[in-house]
C-alpha cells in the first residue's frame, strides 16, 4: 500500500513538473516565437537545472504536441453535447470564447496559435497527430448536429457533415481574425448568428427569421439599455 501510494505521489510530481515545463514553453514561444526558442531557454525560464528538463519532454517537438493538445479531451465531450440546450447559435458561439480563453490561460495568444498552426504544417508526425485531433473533432460536432435534428431543434434536413464543417470554417476564421488587436468580435459573433440562423427551426417546425441584433447574455442586456 505503501509503495503504491508513492507512486502515486510521483506520478503527481511528475504531471506538475510538465505543466511548469509546459507553461514556461508557452511563455518563450509568446515572447521569441517557436524557431527563436531553445531547450535551453525553456529550462531557464523553469528554474529546474540544465537537462532536467529532458525527464518530462524529451524534445521541443514534444512540447509543441504537447501544446496543441492541451484540452482537447475537454472539447471533445463539450463538442458532442454543445446543442443540447435550446440556444444553439449561444452554444455555437460559446464554444471558441470558451477555447479562446483556455488558450490566453496557457499564454497562447492569437499570434502563437497561427505559429503552431505553422509549425504543425512543417512537421509530418505533428500534422498526422492534428489530423487524428481534427477527425475527432468533426465527428463530434456531427454526433452534436445529429442529437439537436433528433430532438427537433435543427431542420431535420440539414446535413450533418455540412453543418460540421460550416462550424470548423467558423470558428476556425474566428481564431484566425483574433491577431488583429482592434477586432469587433461581437460584430463576427452576429454574423455568424445571421448566417446560421435559417437552420434552426421553431417548435412548430417552421424557419426561424435572422435577427440583426446582438447575440448571448451581454448583447441583449446591451439592447435591453438601450430600449430602456
Not at 514556461?24 to 517557436?34: D, E, L, P, Q, R
Not at 481564431?175 to 435559417?198: C, F, G, H, K
Request: hydrophobic letters at 40%; glycine letters at 6%; proline letters at 2%.
Amino acid at each position: 500500500m505503501r509503495a503504491k501510494k508513492g507512486a502515486n505521489t510521483n506520478e503527481a510530481n511528475a504531471a506538475d513538473r510538465r505543466q511548469l515545463v509546459l507553461r514556461a514553453a508557452m511563455n518563450c514561444f509568446a515572447v521569441k516565437g517557436i524557431q527563436n526558442s531553445s531547450m535551453k531557454d525553456i529550462c531557464a525560464a523553469t528554474g529546474m537545472r540544465s537537462g532536467h528538463i529532458y525527464y518530462y519532454f524529451k524534445s521541443k517537438e514534444d512540447i509543441v504536441q504537447a501544446a496543441i493538445e492541451l484540452g482537447l479531451d475537454n472539447i471533445l465531450a463539450r463538442i458532442e453535447h454543445m446543442l443540447d440546450g435550446e440556444d444553439i447559435i449561444g452554444a455555437i458561439i460559446g464554444m471558441p470564447r470558451a477555447a479562446e480563453s483556455a488558450r490566453r490561460d496557457w499564454n497562447i495568444t492569437p499570434a502563437l496559435r497561427l505559429e503552431l498552426m505553422v509549425e504543425t504544417s512543417r512537421n509530418e508526425r505533428l500534422q498526422r497527430m492534428h489530423s487524428a485531433w481534427f477527425q475527432k473533432i468533426m465527428r463530434a460536432k456531427q454526433t452534436a448536429v445529429e442529437n439537436a435534428k433528433a430532438q427537433g431543434r435543427l431542420d431535420k434536413n440539414v446535413d450533418a457533415a455540412s453543418f460540421a464543417r460550416a462550424m470548423a470554417l467558423l470558428w476556425t476564421g474566428l481564431a484566425a481574425l483574433r491577431v488583429i488587436t482592434d477586432l469587433d468580435i461581437e460584430a463576427y459573433e452576429r454574423t455568424i448568428a445571421s448566417v446560421l440562423q435559417p437552420w434552426l427551426v421553431k417548435p412548430d417546425g417552421s424557419t426561424k427569421v435572422a435577427k440583426q441584433g446582438g447575440t448571448g447574455r451581454r448583447s441583449r442586456a446591451r439592447n435591453e439599455r438601450r430600449r430602456s
